[in-house]
């Protein structure tokens, strides 16, 4: 009996603890089967190549096309911010309307070179005109305005383009002392009155330039002076003024100097002359090597003389340039031992000097044929008296 009551407790107790265990259990085991069920299905060639088919499928039906990539570029843009956006669409529009700006500057500049360009044919042409129609009324006196055009020949075109940029250069002179002569009158500052003084410089810079370029071309009408009026042709030395005769009739004109003033410009004359007689004796060892050259040699050897002299007569371009040369480093040596006020009184007195030597040569192509006859005949008896009274002086008894 009382085995039997063991036997059944430990029958109630094996089958709560089967019970409880048999649920567990049930977990487990649908864990397990679901474990077991996946794993079949990962290893089954059906569960494979639906896995592959469907990677097939999206890879191909699901890739963004080029305009959808393009508008989420774009979304993407958006989502970062409208700042970001301004500033990259900002910077093409600051340089379209610089280009622009740009563009109309030089356009504006253009409109302006073409027009001083239109002023200038039309001036020089205006200029050739008088020029012609005094060449005619010249001729119809009986005058002839230079060696050259006196004798009926046509002057080179270098020296015909010369003429014309001469004339252009003239006027510009006469505006260059105006303003020089309104700066000194007005009382100026020396900062406005150091502009205007440059800028003649520049001017006289630029007619250096166009004889430089004029001798190339013609250096004959050049170192004759056919480009001036006859009354300034008679002081022309090498195509030009004398840089030491310029600075002895400057100093007259600009007191008071200080010592040092004084010193400088008496050095620079002395330099000057000293340059101007190298550059002449030069000139004339060159006019003597011509002479032999020509004259020398059999009749027979004529075309070879000629061809030598030819080439020696290249040289004469070389002479006119360094006188230019010398002329203009005397201008801007001056500009240096001057102040700015004495320097445009400067300017403006050789301005004015040449304007006068100018002006003489128009009175004195302007005179009337009449008087010319008399000043002949005066002139004619002046000579015979002057030929008769040493005659006399010297035979006494007759």
């Known amino acids: 009996m009382f085995y039997f009551g063991v ?5 109630f107790k094996g089958l709560i603890t089967f019970e409880g265990s048999s649920k567990s259990g049930g977990e487990s085991t649908d864990s397990l089967s679901s474990k077991a069920e996946t794993q079949l299905e990962a290893e089954s060639p059906s569960s494979k ?8 499928f999206d890879q191909t039906h699901l890739q963004p096309l080029p305009g959808q990539q393009q508008l989420e570029m774009a979304s993407d843009n958006i989502r970062t911010g409208p700042s970001q956006n301004q500033s990259v669409a900002k910077q093409p529009l600051e340089k379209t309307l610089r280009r622009l700006a740009q563009n ?3 356009a504006k500049k253009s409109r302006l070179r073409k027009k001083a360009y239109v002023q200038q044919l039309e001036s020089s042409r205006i200029k050739l005109t008088q020029l012609e129609q005094e060449l005619q009324r010249a001729r119809s006196q009986g005058l002839f305005l230079g060696g050259g055009a006196g004798a009926g020949v046509d002057i080179s075109s270098g020296a015909a383009i010369f003429d014309m940029e001469y004339a252009r250069w003239l006027e510009d002179d006469h505006r260059h002392m105006s303003e020089l ?3 000194l009158h007005a009382h ?3 900062g406005d009155l150091r502009v205007i003084v440059d ?12 004889k430089g370029a004029a001798a190339k071309s013609d250096v004959f009408h050049l170192i004759t002076g056919m480009w001036t009026t006859p009354a300034e042709r008679c002081f022309l030395w090498m195509g030009g003024f004398r840089p030491s005769e310029l600075i002895k009739m400057l100093i007259a004109q600009l007191d008071p100097l200080t010592e040092q003033q004084v010193v400088g410009i008496y050095s620079l004359q002395q330099s000057s002359q000293q340059a101007e007689e190298a550059l002449s004796q030069g000139l004339d060892q060159l006019q003597q090597s011509l002479i032999d050259t020509i004259a020398g040699g059999s009749v027979s050897d004529g075309m070879q003389h000629m061809i030598v002299a030819l080439g020696k007569l290249s040289n004469l371009e070389g002479f006119v340039r360094q006188a230019d040369n010398l002329r203009q480093q005397t201008l801007h040596q001056l500009r240096r031992i001057l102040t700015v006020r004495q320097a445009a009184r400067c300017f403006l007195v050789i301005g004015e000097y040449y304007g006068r030597l100018r002006a003489l040569s128009s009175l004195w192509s302007s005179r009337p044929r009449e008087s010319l006859i008399s000043d002949d005949s ?5 000579t015979d008296l002057q030929m008769v009274h040493p005659t006399q002086s010297h035979f006494p008894n007759f």
């Open 7 to 11: 036997n059944l407790h430990t029958y």
């Open 104 to 106: 109309r500057e030089a």
């Open 199 to 210: 800028g003649y410089i520049s001017h006289y810079d630029e007619i250096f330039q166009l």
């Open 181 to 183: 002569r309104t700066g």
């Open 49 to 56: 190549k639906a896995s592959s088919d469907q990677q097939t």
């Open 378 to 382: 005066s002139c004619q008896t002046t």
């Open 188 to 190: 100026l500052s020396d």
